[in-house]
């Protein structure tokens, strides 16, 4: 009997590319999208981003034509409490998230793992540029960078349990991304050409903000602008617009450039200050997982990344506790951030990571 696949497809090239790859392994496969909100939740007022209408409707056509069945399965519910509402929730408390992280972990690797085990499918795959090897000697499944390193998503997965490791694929991790168009293009997909999705899908235009307050139904208070002595410097829009590093918006005239540096919702203050107050050496994370190790037993040198697009940096990591880790990088590092993953790399391999508090 062949093995069984659920495929998450989110409409995109990838993902489309990764059912035809393992349709052509022989796999029985069954597409699935998962919707994740209804437009009145985020404020949305056209279909964008992924999970739209229009995304829908161009993976039941891959589908369709790679003669699979195809499903939308509603995760409404879920996306809200763990997704949507940590969003909020993180930046009332002065931290800034990555929602995308949380995403994977409690949608697609939690729920939608679920379901595909309850179905009796032997794997879930998406369309992520990453690998994945067992290693026999540690008797551990390893999470590694893609080949392609400009498309890769290894950052985002730090999350997945051994388990989780065990009973997913990602057929695009070997690939360039020029090979997987490529691919789609000959298998003439609607979507061979559609542009990468950047923004978080339930932000319309950008505006985290304009998000929360729509969300909450709450108008967030003004508040000081204070300097690193706690001199008032001017008025802030609420603390839900600011970030760790942001300079533009601020509406404060200054001889130098003025950074955000703290946001204190216990005071309800923005802590701005010079470009070289953002530097700092040390960070503390919890909620942590580990891939390559059950725990790390001593200080080990490691590369470690503190967000998306930054290039990992090298650091000292000492495991303080069952969940937690402190970091001290070679070189101080520029905003660190409350609320960002961070995630910690061994070469190519995925040591794991956790949030940066």
Same mark, same amino acid.
């Given at each position: 009997?062949?093995?069984?696949?659920?495929?998450?497809?989110? &409409?995109?090239?990838?993902?489309?590319?990764?059912?035809?790859?393992?349709?052509?392994?022989?796999?029985?496969?069954?597409?699935?999208?998962?919707?994740?909100?209804?437009? $009145?939740?985020? &404020?949305?007022?056209?279909?964008?981003?992924?999970?739209?209408?229009?995304?829908?409707?161009?993976?039941?056509?891959?589908?369709?034509?790679?003669?699979?069945?195809?499903?939308? +399965?509603?995760?409404?519910?879920?996306?809200?409490?763990?997704?949507?509402?940590?969003? %909020?929730?993180?930046?009332?408390?002065?931290?800034?998230?990555?929602?995308?992280?949380?995403?994977?972990?409690?949608?697609?690797?939690?729920?939608?793992?679920?379901?595909?085990?309850?179905? &009796?499918?032997?794997?879930?795959?998406?369309?992520?540029?990453?690998?994945?090897?067992?290693?026999?000697?540690?008797?551990?499944?390893?999470?590694?960078?893609?080949?392609?390193?400009?498309?890769?998503?290894?950052?985002?997965?730090?999350?997945?349990?051994?388990?989780?490791?065990?009973?997913?694929?990602?057929?695009?991790?070997?690939?360039?991304?020029?090979?997987?168009?490529?691919?789609?293009?000959?298998?003439?997909?609607?979507?061979?050409?559609?542009?990468?999705?950047?923004?978080?899908?339930?932000?319309?235009?950008?505006?985290?903000?304009?998000?929360? $307050?729509?969300?909450?139904?709450?108008?967030?208070?003004?508040?000081?602008?204070?300097?690193?002595?706690?001199?008032? +410097?001017?008025?802030?829009?609420?603390?839900?617009?600011?970030?760790?590093?942001?300079?533009?918006?601020?509406?404060?005239?200054?001889?130098?450039? +003025?950074?955000?540096?703290?946001?204190?919702?216990?005071?309800?203050?923005?802590?701005? &200050?010079?470009?070289?107050?953002?530097?700092?050496?040390?960070?503390?994370?919890?909620?942590?997982?580990?891939?390559?190790?059950?725990?790390?037993?001593?200080?080990?040198?490691?590369?470690?990344?503190?967000?998306?697009?930054?290039?990992?940096?090298?650091?000292? %990591?000492?495991?303080?506790?069952?969940?937690?880790?402190?970091?001290?990088?070679?070189?101080?590092?520029?905003?660190?951030?409350?609320?960002?993953?961070?995630?910690?790399?061994?070469?190519?391999?995925?040591?794991?990571?956790?949030?940066?508090?």
């Amino acid at each position: 009997m062949n093995k069984k696949a659920l495929i998450a497809m989110s &409409g995109g090239v990838d993902s489309s590319v990764a059912a035809y790859l393992m349709k052509e392994q022989g796999y029985d496969c069954i597409g699935a999208t998962m919707k994740l909100f209804h437009n $009145e939740d985020a &404020g949305v007022s056209r279909e964008r981003s992924c999970c739209s209408l229009d995304d829908v409707e161009d993976a039941r056509r891959v589908a369709y034509a790679l003669k699979i069945p195809y499903y939308v +399965l509603n995760f409404t519910a879920r996306f809200r409490e763990d997704v949507m509402g940590r969003f %909020v929730a993180a930046y009332e408390s002065g931290a800034t998230p990555n929602p995308c992280i949380d995403c994977n972990r409690y949608l697609k690797f939690e729920t939608l793992f679920r379901r595909a085990k309850e179905l &009796g499918y032997d794997f879930v795959v998406t369309g992520h540029y990453v690998r994945t090897v067992y290693d026999s000697e540690r008797g551990r499944y390893l999470l590694k960078k893609a080949l392609d390193e400009t498309k890769d998503q290894s950052y985002v997965l730090y999350a997945m349990t051994q388990e989780q490791l065990a009973h997913t694929q990602f057929p695009l991790g070997a690939l360039q991304k020029s090979q997987v168009r490529a691919i789609a293009e000959q298998c003439g997909f609607v979507n061979a050409k559609k542009q990468d999705s950047q923004d978080i899908c339930f932000v319309q235009d950008g505006s985290y903000a304009d998000f929360i $307050e729509q969300y909450t139904g709450k108008t967030y208070p003004t508040g000081n602008f204070i300097d690193q002595s706690g001199t008032i +410097l001017g008025t802030h829009k609420g603390i839900i617009h600011y970030t760790i590093g942001q300079r533009r918006g601020l509406g404060i005239s200054s001889a130098q450039p +003025l950074y955000v540096t703290a946001v204190n919702p216990e005071d309800n203050t923005v802590m701005l &200050g010079p470009s070289d107050a953002l530097y700092t050496k040390t960070l503390t994370a919890n909620h942590i997982n580990l891939i390559s190790v059950d725990n790390l037993e001593s200080p080990t040198h490691l590369k470690a990344k503190i967000r998306y697009q930054q290039t990992e940096q090298p650091a000292t %990591v000492v495991q303080t506790g069952s969940d937690t880790l402190t970091v001290t990088f070679d070189e101080p590092q520029r905003a660190i951030t409350k609320g960002q993953a961070l995630v910690l790399y061994d070469g190519d391999t995925v040591v794991g990571g956790g949030t940066i508090i």
